[in-house]
């Protein structure tokens, strides 16, 4: 079945850093999207990308759609401590557009 | 606030008790999703209601039974679970099925849920 990779795993950064994670797939997605989860709460949308070669803004984050269809990848400029959490790549699978596949999400951490 | 709310928050039962998580969504949704997240493993879809109707069974133990008896509730009964099965248990609703792209799925907090 339709697997998502994430890398890292894991992040511990300075504040003010930039910060770079990507998202790999064995098969073609034709949406990619990127979660935020905070601490103690749900995951939250942070962007969506359409279109192979996609690069799309919401504020320091930026996230691009891979030309090959396989991957993603998700910036953060500039981090601030409100920057901590999980965030996880995800995708529509290939039966159904809201059957969601997510990644196992990678984890970061913003030392002041 | 995403909007959607869970209760309880958090839940310790025992493999014998019988309990329910609550899910309500005051967004004006149609479709409503559980999913399943334990540690260091990617969120596993489990049920999705669209309309109030079971579109999507992923498998999951018998031990869980969904009920959905209007398109802003969504309720997870539980009955003599595993240890295995603590988690975190994420509610998710989106404005319906098969009406876009992609219906964005907006989250509630979760039942973090403990099976001694």
């Known amino acids: 079945g339709q697997q998502l990779n994430q890398s890292p795993q894991s992040m511990f950064i300075q504040e003010g850093e930039d910060v770079s994670m990507n998202c790999t797939s064995s098969?073609?997605?034709?949406?990619w999207l990127w979660y935020k989860q905070d601490p103690g709460e749900g995951p939250v949308l942070l962007i969506a990308l359409y279109k192979a070669g996609e690069l799309t803004s919401n504020g320091r984050l930026t996230a691009q759609f891979g030309i090959t269809r396989k991957d993603s990848f998700l910036n953060i400029s500039a981090s601030i401590p409100s920057d901590v959490g999980i965030y996880f790549c995800a995708g529509p699978g290939e039966t159904s557009y809201d059957k969601v596949i997510f990644g196992p999400g990678t984890s970061l951490s913003v030392i002041p | 606030e995403t909007g959607v709310t869970q209760t309880p928050r958090h839940l310790v039962m025992g493999m014998t008790n019988k309990k329910s998580l609550k899910c309500e969504q005051h967004?004006?949704?149609?479709?409503m999703y559980w999913y399943k997240q334990s540690a260091k493993k990617p969120l596993e879809l489990m049920f999705v209601?669209?309309?109030?109707?079971?579109?999507e069974n992923n498998s999951v133990p018998s031990r869980f039974s969904p009920e959905c008896p209007n398109s802003s509730h969504l309720f997870l009964h539980l009955h003599t679970l595993q240890p295995e099965d603590s988690a975190l248990y994420l509610c998710?609703?989106?404005?319906?099925?098969?009406?876009?792209?992609?219906?964005?799925?907006?989250f509630g907090p979760g039942t973090r849920l403990t099976v001694l």
């Open positions: 998710a609703s989106s404005q319906g099925l098969g009406q876009g792209p992609y219906n964005e799925q907006f």
């Open positions: 098969s073609i997605f034709n949406t």
């Open positions: 967004l004006g949704h149609n479709a």
């Open positions: 209601y669209n309309f109030k109707e079971q579109t």
